[in-house]
């Protein structure tokens, strides 16, 4: 059974909006999800780190140099395997696949984010070799547990200010019987065969 790790992240608003300046994410405890993750949330110390292609942990704050669309610090601080929407008239998954979800936040840089965030920004590997993107059926799902005061990332903005951070959740559509082995980010970067230009945090359990 896959790990479920939760750490604490800037602080965020009722709609998972919300702005901070620090370059750094302090962790904490987390109460256990209720629905969409069912096992212990685990913190852990995070830390503010260059971009790399080496794996980071989860809650590690990267900074991204030369971005697109001036996203400058990125976070993936939670990943929640095997979620379920509990709206009132539910979402489910595609036949032969699971939602994976992961709780992440996204900084603009000193001049701002004209588009701001996207869940497109981030993809999950395989062991297979393969890669899951974004669901696209789950954009109007609400979740329990820690993600119950998000929305989706990016889906409520078109820009973010000077230093305003946003917190959302990312669902992914994952093939049953595969295992993830990392959340990447690269959607704003301007080269992605510029050294250091992915950025990758470790799946806990793969």
Request: proline share 8%; charged share 10%; with cysteine.
């Amino acid at each position: 059974m896959r790990r479920i790790i939760i750490i604490g992240v800037c602080a965020a608003g009722a709609l998972g909006l919300g702005a901070c300046t620090s370059n750094s994410v302090t962790s904490g405890s987390a109460s256990p999800p209720t629905s969409g993750a069912s096992s212990k949330a685990t913190g852990t110390s995070s830390t503010t780190q260059p971009p790399s292609k080496k794996l980071n942990p989860l809650g590690t704050t990267v900074t991204i140099p030369n971005t697109l669309s001036g996203i400058d610090k990125v976070t993936v601080a939670g990943w929640y395997p095997n979620v379920t929407d509990t709206s009132q008239y539910p979402s489910t998954p595609s036949a032969g696949h699971a939602w994976d979800a992961i709780d992440a936040t996204t900084c603009a840089g000193p001049k701002g984010a004209s588009t701001g965030p996207s869940a497109e920004d981030f993809t999950v590997l395989l062991s297979n070799g393969s890669t899951a993107s974004m669901s696209v059926g789950a954009s109007t799902a609400q979740f329990g547990g820690p993600l119950a005061s998000l929305s989706e990332l990016g889906g409520n903005l078109s820009g973010l200010t000077a230093g305003q951070c946003v917190r959302g959740w990312v669902v992914f559509s994952v093939p049953t019987g595969t295992t993830p082995t990392a959340v990447e980010f690269s959607g704003t970067s301007a080269s992605f065969t510029a050294p250091n230009s992915v950025v990758k945090w470790v799946v806990p359990g793969s």
